[in-house]
Each structure stands twice: as structure tokens, then as C-alpha cells.
């Protein structure tokens, strides 16, 4: 089993709908958490980035994680069809007494269209 | 540059033959990692360095991968020896701290025949 799943969908939708995309993940030293989008053929960008527990919005955007649980969840409101991509959930820990705490786990990615 | 630029974009290599992948992250930056993105598959840690020293490669799959960063700026990464499943896309990142936001190239993707 992985440490992160993510549902590879992929997830159709109409403009202006509101699009949920979901990890979880099995690792409880995992304290860092973002989400990234991916265009074909480009490089993941950062989209929002959460410490913990708790919600950040921005914009449409919006990043909850519910650690007891160990699930994150991304919320796009108002979608728009310049938000079709890939979206990648990410996570570290923050275990400083180790040497591998920089590094990133993603989950595998969910393929969002946003249709006219 | 502004980002995180790598080079060459695509590579082709005959099954057995060496290849190496350039990496210039941004300016400054101190911390340098490099992922491997199988199709349809998400980005998976290989190896990372804080300035020249390499403080975690234990994500390369085989000894026939070896990174180096010897300036503490530009990065290699070598493949040698190519097999089929090293075909994928090979993505660096780069951030101004071990902790702080790693920022992505576009990847290199390598077909190997």
C-alpha cells in the first residue's frame, strides 16, 4: 500500500461547478501538506501549501486537512476550464532528527477537465 | 533565469547507453531535489543535496543512477547503462531552504528504446 492515496479519476465537470479532490495517507509524521497542478507536459506549480490541521483559503481555492483522520481535501469553486490539469496532493514530515524530511510523498494524481 | 530550468527536454537513448540531465534551479537557492514521474503516476523522491553535499539518495533505484552537484549550484543526473523502465520524466526542484517551497522544472522526459 502506498503512503498517499489519491483517486486517479478522471474527474469531468461543467464550468462553474464546485470540484472536491481528495487524499489520504498513512504516515502520521506527514505534518506538511500542499497541493500542486499540473499541465501537460509542464512541471508541478504550487497551488496552496497547509501546516497541520485546519483550513486555508485562497481565492477559489480551498485546502482543508483533518490530520486525525489522515485525509486532505482541495475544494475549487466556480471552476473554470483553465483549471483542467492534473492535481497533485504532496506531503513531508517534520522529522528534523532525520536526513529525508525535505523530501516530498505525492499521491498520484487526480486529471480534472473542466468542460465549457 | 526566473524558475528552474532543465535540459534537455527530451531525450532519447538506445536501451544501453549512458545519459545525463541538467539541472539549474534558481538563483540562490541552497536546496536542490530530483523526482522521478512514471506516466500516469505522480513525481517519486530520487535523491536530494543542500548546497554540494547529497544528504539523501536513498530513493535512486539503482546504483546505475548517480547525481552530483559539485558547485552546490547546477546538478547532473546520470543514468547509466539505460534500461526500458527508466523511461519516465525526470523533474528537479528547487528551494531556498530544506523546508521551504520546492519550486519545478518543466522535467526532462526520457524514452529509452
Known amino acids: 500500500q502506498k503512503e498517499v492515496e489519491q483517486d486517479p479519476g478522471p474527474l469531468s465537470v461543467p464550468e462553474g461547478a464546485i470540484v472536491s479532490l481528495n487524499c489520504t495517507y498513512s504516515?502520521?509524521?506527514?505534518?506538511?501538506f500542499m497541493w500542486y497542478r499540473q499541465y501537460s507536459r509542464k512541471g508541478p506549480e504550487l497551488l496552496m501549501y497547509?501546516?497541520?490541521?485546519g483550513n486555508k483559503e485562497d481565492g477559489r481555492f480551498t485546502a482543508q486537512v483533518d490530520k486525525s483522520s489522515k485525509y486532505i481535501s482541495l475544494f475549487i469553486r466556480d471552476s473554470q476550464p483553465s483549471d483542467s490539469a492534473t492535481y497533485l496532493c504532496?506531503?513531508?514530515?517534520?522529522?528534523?532528527?532525520?536526513?529525508?524530511?525535505?523530501?516530498?510523498?505525492f499521491g498520484q494524481g487526480t486529471i480534472l477537465t473542466v468542460h465549457p | 533565469g526566473a524558475g528552474v530550468s532543465q535540459s534537455p527536454r527530451y531525450k532519447v537513448a538506445k536501451r544501453g547507453q549512458d545519459v545525463a540531465l541538467r539541472c539549474d534551479p534558481i538563483?540562490?537557492?541552497?536546496?536542490l531535489f530530483w523526482y522521478q514521474q512514471a506516466l500516469g503516476q505522480g513525481p517519486e523522491f530520487l535523491t536530494y543535496?543542500?548546497?554540494?553535499?547529497?544528504?539523501?539518495k536513498s530513493g535512486l533505484p539503482s546504483d546505475r543512477f548517480f547525481a552530483e552537484r559539485p558547485e552546490g549550484s547546477v546538478s547532473t543526473l546520470k543514468i547509466q547503462r539505460t534500461q526500458q523502465e527508466d523511461s519516465a520524466v525526470y523533474l528537479c526542484?528547487?528551494?531556498?531552504?530544506?523546508?521551504?517551497?520546492?519550486?519545478f522544472g518543466a522535467g526532462t522526459r526520457l524514452s529509452v528504446l
Open positions: 526542484a528547487s528551494s531556498s531552504s530544506l523546508l521551504n517551497i520546492q519550486y
Open positions: 504516515n502520521s509524521a506527514f505534518q506538511y
Open positions: 497547509t501546516y497541520s490541521s
Open positions: 504532496a506531503m513531508r514530515s517534520e522529522n528534523a532528527g532525520g536526513t529525508s524530511y525535505g523530501k516530498l510523498t
Open positions: 538563483s540562490g537557492h541552497v536546496s
Open positions: 543535496f543542500q548546497n554540494e553535499a547529497q544528504l539523501d
